[in-house]
């Protein structure tokens, strides 16, 4: 396995606090090392089984345990995910990722998702599933099936996880994460902001993410979305600040220097301006398509429009970029 540095909590808050534009510099620098800088990398979500998760997790809309209006769904059929992975690789998209509301998959439940995997790579697109607690064995099934990527994201740190879930916990996490990197395959694992944790919550997320080793290949930090009927519900009137944002990605760009860094859940929030300073911090990753699980995401002729503008475009060289150069959206 690849070492990496361990990262202490005051390393991490020394960057965090460093001004602005000394912060986004060394961001950038290093960004420039690893990544082209004019290149984003897009992945697309499906959700493959919507709702009914045992888990009660505050902030998310598919768990039994909160009053949400969301539509809930059984396992998909793999035509109709074949059919969603042809649409993201035609918008751009290099990776297909599937994620179903399931505490730990079952025997067969997994063999549906292989065939899924297959489809998916079919089509000459990295595949990524999210599928809850994974043992070393289906983690190794997964990886025989030609998976690329395991989710599992630590969300918080381990003390504001407890606040947020009590019916998993942060150790199961670390050890599904350790499976999946045991059997070879590529971690995406990051976590969430904006429910109302405390700054040192959020650097030892960071902390512990650049910790792991080896270190996480994508790193999602979703700025959190609030679903009404969730406990969480009013937590989108005390958002945590644009630059407090972008500092987050551009020390998580410092720290996991060879990681995309991808802007998740939340996104939709940030303006042009905005994305364009997070992408200069270091962000270089984000979803493509309408829905991120059951909260809406950004439209994609918006974001085309802003790589246009920007002089960016998608890692996948095929994708097609419109040759408006601004477009105005409803935010
Ligand atoms: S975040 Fe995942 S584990 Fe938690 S309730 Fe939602 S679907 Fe279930």
């Not at 067969?108 to 990524?128: F, H, N, R």
Request: net charge neutral.
């Amino acid at each position: 396995m690849t070492h990496t540095p361990t990262w202490s909590l005051q390393q991490v808050f020394d960057l965090y606090q460093l001004p602005l534009m000394d912060l986004l510099f060394k961001a950038q620098t290093i960004h420039r090392q690893h990544f082209n800088p004019n290149e984003i990398q897009a992945s697309t979500l499906v959700n493959i089984q919507q709702g009914g998760c045992p888990e009660d997790c505050k902030w998310c809309a598919q768990s039994v345990h909160h009053n949400t209006k969301i539509e809930v769904y059984p396992l998909m059929k793999t035509d109709e995910v074949l059919h969603k992975a042809k649409q993201a690789k035609a918008m751009g998209a290099s990776r297909v990722c599937l994620g179903a509301a399931w505490r730990k998959p079952t025997a067969s439940q997994l063999g549906k998702v292989k065939e899924m995997i297959a489809t998916i790579k079919s089509l000459d697109l990295e595949a990524c599933v999210t599928l809850g607690q994974l043992s070393t064995e289906q983690a190794h099934e997964l990886k025989d099936a030609g998976l690329d990527y395991y989710n599992h994201n630590l969300e918080s740190s381990p003390e504001y996880f407890a606040e947020m879930t009590t019916t998993r916990n942060y150790e199961d996490r670390l050890r599904t994460i350790h499976n999946v990197q045991t059997a070879g395959l590529k971690t995406c694992c990051g976590g969430i902001v904006g429910m109302g944790e405390s700054i040192e919550d959020q650097m030892t997320l960071l902390m512990n993410l650049a910790n792991l080793s080896p270190q996480p290949k994508s790193v999602p930090i979703n700025n959190l979305t609030s679903v009404v009927g969730t406990p969480l519900e009013h937590q989108n009137q005390k958002p945590i600040g644009d630059i407090a944002f972008i500092r987050l990605i551009a020390v998580a760009r410092i720290m996991m220097p060879q990681s995309y860094i991808r802007l998740s859940c939340g996104r939709e929030r940030l303006s042009d301006a905005a994305q364009a300073l997070a992408f200069f911090a270091g962000g270089n990753s984000f979803f493509l398509g309408e829905k991120l699980l059951t909260v809406n995401n950004r439209d994609q002729v918006a974001d085309k429009a802003l790589l246009k503008s920007l002089g960016m475009q998608f890692d996948n060289q095929t994708a097609y970029i419109p040759t408006q150069v601004c477009v105005q959206h409803a935010e």
